[in-house]
């Protein structure tokens, strides 16, 4: 089992960062792939960017890539999300999820087995 907690969400101008945190509980951390996702009103969850268990392998959404990056700290348990040049469709509640899949980079949501409660991003234009 994984408990998984986001924070690090808040309000921000466009064009400004955030940096997102999840907290996993438990000994086995290091061998999730872990992976952020998003929601935006009336919007369908969505893929934003993907990590490797060791950490070596990265994967991102198309809408993100290059201003956004995602690394991980086996040691302390967390995962980070830096979100640069922030846009207002970037808007949304973002999750962090951990799953073990035969994929290297899970990238859908049912390759996740477990989910933060989210942390609401919004970005003001």
């Known amino acids: 089992q994984v408990q998984l907690v986001e924070s690090g969400g808040g309000l921000v101008q466009a064009g400004g960062s955030l940096r997102l945190s999840c907290a996993a509980s438990?000994?086995?951390?290091?061998?999730?792939?872990m992976g952020w996702f998003r929601q935006a009103p009336g919007k369908e969850r969505e893929f934003v960017a993907a990590?490797?268990?060791?950490?070596?392998?990265?994967y991102y959404a198309d809408s993100v890539k290059g201003r956004f990056t995602i690394s991980r700290d086996n040691a302390k348990n967390t995962v980070y999300l830096q979100m640069d040049s922030l846009k207002p469709e970037d808007a949304a509640v973002y999750y962090c999820?951990?799953?073990?899949?035969?994929?290297?980079?899970?990238?859908?949501?049912?390759?996740?087995?477990?989910w933060g409660q989210g942390t609401q991003v919004t970005v003001s234009s």
């Open positions: 999820a951990a799953g073990r899949s035969t994929r290297l980079l899970p990238y859908r949501s049912y390759e996740y087995n477990y």
């Open positions: 438990g000994r086995t951390f290091s061998t999730y792939a």
């Open positions: 990590i490797s268990w060791s950490g070596h392998s990265t």
